[in-house]
């Protein structure tokens, strides 16, 4: 089983910048997409960014221009780089790995993005 360790999370100022990183316990081989979803309290959790195996990425409309999804392979780690941070942004921060061949989902623990001032 792999598993998904984030780390990153914190308080910042509006307009500051955070980078989340998501580690991987395995190389993944097969067909795959990693990405970063947020739940904010009381509501439902969120697609913020994803990237397939061939590194076609996609973001919500109100992340883009703003966040930025990556990876290092060598290192078997995913960011997000978040700049421009707006009060709206807190939430838990959850990575996100999706096997497509077998169709499984594996998650991170969560981090918590607090955007205050």
């Known amino acids: 089983q792999v598993q998904l360790v984030e780390s990153g999370g914190g308080v910042v100022e509006p307009g500051g910048s955070l980078r989340l990183s998501c580690a991987a316990s395995?190389?993944?081989?097969?067909?795959?997409?990693m990405g970063w979803y947020r739940q904010a309290p009381g509501k439902q959790r969120e697609l913020v960014a994803t990237m397939t195996s061939d590194s076609i990425t996609n973001y919500a409309d109100s992340v883009k221009g703003r966040f930025t999804i990556s990876r290092d392979n060598a290192k078997k780690t995913v960011y997000l780089q978040m700049n421009s941070l707006k009060p709206e942004d807190t939430a838990v921060y959850y990575c996100n790995l999706n096997l497509i061949n077998v169709q499984r989902n594996y998650w991170g623990q969560g981090t918590q993005v607090t955007v205050s001032s």
């Open positions: 395995l190389r993944i081989f097969t067909l795959h997409t």
